[in-house]
T-cell receptor
Framework: DAGVIQSPRHEVTEMGQEVTLRCKLI?????LFWYRQTMMRGLELLIY????????DSGMPEDRFSAKMPNASFSTLKIQPSEPRDSAVYFC???????????????FGEGSRLTVL | SQQGEEDPQALSIQEGENATMNCSYK?????LQWYRQNSGRGLVHLIL?????REKHSGRLRVTLDTSKKSSSLLITASRAADTASYFC????????????FGQGTRLTINP
């Protein structure tokens, strides 16, 4: 079975450029979480969706960040314009219906490593 | 702010020894989960323990939970070189919420 698929795995871009990170959920999962991991701040929850609806985006750093779920199996995280402090590994994770982090486990992708110069 | 805090931050032991990592958290929880992350990879779920459980086993893993002390421990017995990874505890801090909040992790190194 395919797990959570993220792309790109690595991206290097210059400050001011738009960055789009992509995530494909595991088939049948209905909750989607975006996390950011840095050495200084560890793993931070940015936003999560249930059934394509954003539930909590309080972790999104600022208006430069936006996330969408255009359908039940796909999500994007966009940064516009990007800044050097956005450099991090961005993970998405999905979970089964009726569970989510409230009761069950999250399935993580391999991450997208973003470097903003 | 992080909900879970792991201790120690780094641990280095010889292959075959047992490794114990601890996690403390601040608020009441629904459950506590442990995850493993190999270098450059995503996190992998290891085990979940609910707030009404005190101990759980899975293979060489043993997890305990003390809700009165707001703490949990992960024991890996008979460690192997392949256990080298970072280990994170994660909690759902509020009843009904779905925000899994991770600690800073323990970096475990198993020396052959």
């Amino acid at each position: 079975d395919a797990g959570v698929i993220q792309s790109p795995r690595h991206e290097v871009t210059e400050m001011g450029q738009e960055v789009t990170l992509r995530c494909k959920l595991i088939s049948g999962h209905n909750s989607l979480f975006w996390y950011r991991q840095t050495m200084m701040r560890g793993l931070e929850l940015l936003i999560y969706f249930n059934n394509n609806v954003p539930i909590d985006d309080s972790g999104m750093p600022e208006d430069r960040f936006s996330a969408k779920m255009p359908n039940a199996s796909f999500s994007t995280l966009k940064i516009q314009p990007s800044e050097p402090r956005d450099s991090a590994v961005y993970f998405c994770a999905s979970s089964l219906p009726g569970q989510g982090a409230n009761t069950g486990e999250l399935f993580f992708g391999e991450g997208s490593r973003l470097t903003v110069l | 702010s992080q909900q879970g805090e792991e201790d120690p931050q780094a641990l280095s032991i010889q292959e075959g020894e047992n490794a114990t990592m601890n996690c403390s958290y601040k608020t009441s929880i629904n459950n506590l989960q442990w995850y493993r992350q190999n270098s450059g990879r995503g996190l992998v779920h290891l085990i979940l323990i609910r707030s009404n459980e005190r101990e759980k086993h899975s293979g060489r893993l043993r997890v305990t939970l003390d809700t009165s002390k707001k703490s949990s421990s992960l024991l890996i017995t008979a460690s192997r070189a392949a256990d080298t990874a970072s280990y994170f505890c994660a909690t759902v801090p509020d009843q009904g919420a779905q925000k899994l909040v991770f600690g800073q992790g323990t970096r475990l190194t198993i020396n052959p």
